[in-house]
């Protein structure tokens, strides 16, 4: 397997470059001058000419292109025109944020899709089951936005329950250590901030991960229903084995790899889904960047972004590709 998976990284690595290309040629193509919009209306030609020639926007876009290559190949994605701080410390700076807001929604998904598409799966065409699939084909079809700003209404304008936007109140959270508020909180025995940053990440995340328990739970019950009826199924319950022991050990045990298939996709969804969401609740993260350096024409931090998103969704594959073997003895590379 270790073979395998060298493969497939040093397979990424065109993959990374064409998509590096893409992004770096359409938001060159795309209109207004980044030099105008960071500098204002009222800057003299010399003013922007200086600002060119600071940023790199005075030379041919094959030398800008071949220049961020060389330097991305030894980790130094260029400096942000609107920050004027380098994108990896952008980007560090608010990736946590993503990464909180996806594992929530990643937990909420799985612990409501699994079970209701194993019960659903296990009855089929009962009550448990119409309810399981008209709840999974609420989630496909509802737009994570419009479920955002309804939860927004709902929760914090008519109920007052949760806040509406951020990511914490201000002057509750503690010391930043590792940019991770629940993991910063718990060291330091924060537990105000801890309860804080869940009221936060909580509507967010439902709406971020509603989409995922509606595919979720009907891929489980479709991987449910195909197990079954297979021989060492039935064999289990001719043995006397409960019918739960039968359906979470037997049956759910040998249907993990589509699911463990549509969540590493998911993943990956969740991860690029999240710059809407985020901009709904204005959580600080790098989908609501990416949009702030799309606004500003800010070259480096797009392409920056793009390539991190990039290499999470290659990241996630081959994990799950690794996962494939653990789960089913079967599979060999």
Avoid: C
């Avoid at 073979?3 to 893409?22: A, D, E, H, K, Q």
């Avoid at 509603?210 to 060492?232: C, D, W």
């Avoid at 990956?268 to 204005?282: N, P, Q, R």
């Amino acid at each position: 397997m270790g073979n395998y998976l060298v493969r497939r990284l040093i397979g990424t690595l065109p993959v990374l470059m064409l998509i590096s290309l893409l992004v770096f040629l359409l938001i060159q193509a795309a209109p207004g001058d980044p030099t105008l919009m960071l500098l204002g209306e009222e800057a003299t030609a010399a003013d922007i000419a200086e600002a060119k020639a600071r940023w790199g926007l005075d030379q041919p876009i094959y030398v800008q292109y071949f220049k961020f290559l060389h330097s991305a190949a030894i980790g130094d994605l260029g400096k942000s025109f609107r920050f004027g701080q380098p994108v990896i410390e952008v980007i560090e700076e608010r990736l946590p944020a993503t990464v909180e807001l996806a594992i929530f929604s990643i937990i909420i998904a799985i612990f409501l899709a699994i079970p209701l598409g194993v019960w659903a799966g296990a009855k089929p065409n009962s009550l448990v089951d119409n309810v399981g699939t008209t709840f999974g084909l609420f989630g496909i079809s509802m737009p994570s936005f419009w479920l955002g700003i309804m939860l927004i209404l709902l929760l914090a304008g008519f109920f007052h329950l949760l806040p509406s936007a951020g990511r914490s109140t201000y002057g509750v959270a503690g010391p930043r250590d590792t940019g991770f508020y629940f993991l910063d909180s718990i060291k330091q025995g924060n537990w105000t901030a801890v309860k804080d940053a869940f009221t936060h990440v909580l509507m967010p995340a439902i709406a971020l991960g509603s989409n995922m328990v509606g595919i979720l739970m009907r891929v489980t019950r479709s991987a449910v229903l195909e197990v079954m009826n297979e021989e060492y199924v039935v064999t289990a319950r001719a043995k006397g084995l409960a019918e739960q022991r039968v359906l979470w050990r037997h049956v759910l045990t040998n249907a993990l790899i589509p699911i463990i298939t549509v969540v590493g996709l998911e993943v990956g969804t969740l991860l690029s889904g999240s710059i809407i969401v985020e901009t709904v609740f204005a959580w600080p993260g790098i989908g609501s960047l990416l949009i702030t350096g799309v606004n500003s024409r800010d070259h480096p931090l797009v392409t920056g972004l793009v390539l991190v998103y990039t290499v999470a969704f290659v990241t996630i594959n081959l994990i799950i590709d690794a996962l494939y073997a653990l789960v089913d003895p079967r599979i060999r590379y």
